[in-house]
C-alpha cells in the first residue's frame, strides 16, 4: 500500500456533508444560519489537521487472523463542548454504563462495528490488527456533524433544531467507522467516482451495522442514512436512501436531497470533491437492489460481495464505478460461482446504468 504517495489525499468524511451545510449557511433564519458556518469553520480546521496528520503516516501490514479471543478495545472521552482531542476518558472497555445516555451510544456504536466486521467478514477491527477504538461525544456547541478523522470518532449534539445528537444512528458511527477499514484496504482517493465509491461503501456496511444489530432482513432494513438525527420541524426521514435515493429530505433550510439512483441523473459538480456524497447514491442503489434481490440478511451474500471486493487487492484507489462493478461480478463468481449471486450482481449494475463489462 502507498498511503505516502505524492498527492495522498486523506480522507476527511464528515457525515453532514459541505454542500448540504452551505445551504443552511445561506439561510434567511440567521441563528441557524450562524450555527452552519461554525460548524463548517470547525470541519475545515479539522480537515487540515488531519491532512497534517496524514504525512506522517506508514503503510499497515496486511491483515492478521484475528485471535479467539478477539474483542474490542473502546475508550469514549468527554470534549465537555470543548474542542480539544481526546477530552476525558469517561468509559474504558469493560466498564459498566454510565448516566449519560450519549457515551453509552457511542461505546455500544463502536462495538457493533467491531462485531460486524470480526464476526461476518473476520476482519479483527478496522486496520485488521485489533486497532483501539476511540471516541470523543459531545464535541464543541451546537455542532451539527460527526466525523473519522483518521485516529478516532468524533461526534457533535446537533443543534437541536437540524441535528439532533450525532451518536443516535449506529449507521453513522459505522459510516465513519468504514472510512477507516477502506483506509486501510483499497485507500480509495477522495474525490470523483473514487470518492464516491468511498462514500457509499461506508454507507453500506454503515447501514449493514444497523441491520445487524436490529437483526433485520433486507427487506425489512429502513436503508436510511441518519434516520432520527434530524429535528422535528426538518421535512425529511434522513441524510440519505439507498432504496430511494433523492427523497431523505425536501426542506426549506435544507434544500432538497440531491442524490441519484442511477447514471441517467449522474451530478457533474466541483463542489463536494466532485459529488463524493452526491452520486454515491449510484452504487448505494446497486447495493440495495442486489440485497433485495437476494433477500435475506444482506450482510451475508450481498455484504460479504462489496467486502471481497474492497479488501481484495485489486480495486484501484482510482477506481471508477465501472470498474468496481466489474471487480463486484468476479467477486461474486469467486465465491459463489456463475448461479443466482452473480447473476444479481449484473442485474443491479444494469438497473443503475452502470456496465460490468
Ligand atoms: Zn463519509
Redesign the pocket.
Known amino acids: 500500500m502507498t498511503t505516502d504517495a505524492p498527492g495522498f489525499e486523506p480522507?476527511f468524511?464528515?457525515?453532514v456533508p459541505p454542500h448540504l451545510l452551505d445551504r443552511v449557511a445561506r439561510s434567511s433564519d440567521t441563528a441557524k444560519a450562524d450555527r452552519a458556518r461554525r460548524t463548517l469553520e470547525r470541519d475545515a480546521t479539522e480537515r487540515h489537521r488531519r491532512r497534517e496528520a496524514a504525512l506522517v503516516r506508514t503503510a499497515v501490514a496486511p491483515p492478521a487472523a484475528p485471535p479467539a479471543d478477539a474483542k474490542p478495545r473502546r475508550t469514549v472521552h468527554d470534549a465537555a463542548h470543548g474542542t480539544t482531542l481526546p477530552g476525558t476518558k469517561v468509559r474504558g472497555e469493560g466498564d459498566e454504563p454510565g448516566a449519560d445516555a450519549t457515551v453509552n451510544r457511542a461505546y455500544a456504536g463502536l462495538g457493533a462495528t467491531f462485531e460486524l466486521y470480526l464476526n461476518t467478514y473476520a476482519r479483527y477491527s478496522i486496520d485488521g490488527h485489533g486497532l483501539p477504538l476511540d471516541a470523543t461525544v459531545h464535541y464543541d456547541r451546537d455542532y451539527n456533524n460527526a466525523f473519522w478523522n483518521g485516529e478516532q470518532m468524533v461526534f457533535g449534539d446537533g443543534d437541536g433544531e437540524i441535528f439532533l445528537d450525532f451518536t443516535l444512528p449506529v449507521d453513522v458511527i459505522g459510516?465513519?467507522l468504514t472510512?477507516g477499514v477502506t483506509q486501510y484496504t483499497a485507500n480509495l482517493t477522495y474525490a470523483g467516482q473514487a470518492g464516491a465509491l468511498?462514500?457509499s461503501l461506508?454507507?453500506v456496511f454503515g447501514s449493514l451495522i444497523k441491520q445487524y444489530t436490529l437483526n433485520q432482513t433486507a427487506t425489512e432494513a429502513d436503508w436510511l442514512i441518519g434516520a432520527g438525527l434530524l429535528a422535528p420541524d426538518v421535512q425529511g426521514v434522513a441524510l440519505r436512501s439507498m432504496k430511494a435515493p433523492g427523497t431523505a429530505y425536501d426542506d426549506d433550510v435544507l434544500g432538497k436531497d440531491p442524490q441519484p439512483a442511477d447514471m441517467d441523473h449522474y451530478v457533474d459538480t466541483e463542489e463536494d470533491n466532485g459529488g463524493?456524497?452526491i452520486n454515491s447514491g449510484i452504487p448505494n442503489h446497486a447495493f440495495y437492489l442486489l440485497a433485495t434481490e437476494l433477500g435475506g440478511q444482506a450482510w451475508e451474500r450481498a455484504g460479504q460481495i462489496w467486502f471481497d471486493t474492497l479488501t481484495g487487492g485489486d480495486l484501484a484507489t482510482d477506481a471508477g464505478f465501472a470498474d468496481f462493478a466489474r471487480l463486484t461480478a468476479a467477486a461474486a463468481r469467486t465465491r459463489y460461482g456463475a448461479g443466482d449471486e452473480t447473476q444479481a450482481v449484473l442485474k443491479a449494475w444494469e438497473q443503475v446504468g452502470v456496465p460490468t463489462s
Do not use: L, P, W, Y
Open positions: 480522507v468524511c464528515t457525515i459510516h465513519e472510512h468511498n462514500e461506508s454507507d463524493v456524497h
